[in-house]
């Protein structure tokens, strides 16, 4: 299948300084990257639809000042947390459509990035 | 938009023994319906989906049906192993969306 990497796998960083999260495809080209976050124990929620060469579509209640996406090519899609706080501590996933398969398809997920914030 | 209700939140079952976890959504526009394992601290997979124009699906061990008219689907895993514990979560998206909204979650055990 369709395989997606993101780096880094964990990050801890100071409150107030920012995080890059890249998630690439790798044996595809992706126009449409899906951000996720995810609480212990909880479900994974969609944070925002990243579209390569476009703005991205923020879900509701997503900051989007804070959490900035970028999907320069048609492989990466990063994903920028700002002025970190310890609330935003949480594991961060990506994923993306397998191509071919149209709107409704399998979702191949990243391995996910674990934000601990001081 | 798309609100996704699971239930249960966690299951315990004898190895053997069957387990079924049900979710409910709320678009009727939704058309796929994926069903993802996740097991602690990696990325969810997907074990089985299925489309709105059919009512059931099987892989080996694992089904799936759908109820469009009620708007729930249903995971079904008969002779439980082990190695089945893990959290599945059910989802649903539409093609007008392309989003992907996921389940609350299932926490499956299976004890030996």
């Known amino acids: 299948g369709a395989v997606v990497s993101q780096h880094p796998s964990r990050v801890i960083c100071k409150s107030g300084t920012s995080v890059k999260i890249e998630c690439r495809s790798l044996?595809?080209?992706?126009?449409?990257m899906f951000w996720y976050r995810q609480f212990p124990k909880q479900s994974l929620m969609l944070m925002a639809t990243s579209n390569e060469g476009s703005k991205a579509t923020y879900e509701q209640g997503v900051e989007k000042d804070k959490f900035l996406i970028n999907h320069a090519s048609l492989t990466l899609s990063t994903l920028t947390v700002t002025s970190a706080h310890p609330e935003d501590s949480s594991f961060y996933i990506c994923?993306?459509?397998?191509?071919?398969?149209?709107?409704?398809?399998?979702?191949?997920f990243g391995e996910g990035s674990r934000l601990t914030v001081l | 938009g798309e609100n996704v209700e699971q239930h249960p939140s966690t299951l315990s079952v004898q190895e053997g023994d069957s387990a079924v976890i049900k979710c409910t959504y709320s678009d009727s526009a939704s058309n796929y319906f994926p069903w993802y394992k996740q097991e602690l601290g990696k990325r969810p997979q997907l074990i089985i989906d299925i489309r709105s124009n059919v009512g059931e699906k099987k892989d080996q061990r694992i089904a799936v049906t759908l109820n469009k008219t009620a708007k729930h689907f249903s995971l079904h895993i008969t002779e439980t192993q082990p190695e089945d514990s893990a959290v599945y979560f059910c989802?649903?998206?539409?093609?007008?969306?392309?989003?992907?909204?996921f389940g609350t979650g299932t926490r499956l055990q299976v004890f030996p």
């Open positions: 989802a649903a998206s539409t093609s007008d969306t392309d989003k992907l909204i």
């Open positions: 994923s993306a459509r397998a191509p071919g398969t149209g709107l409704t398809g399998e979702l191949f």
């Open positions: 044996d595809f080209q992706a126009t449409t």
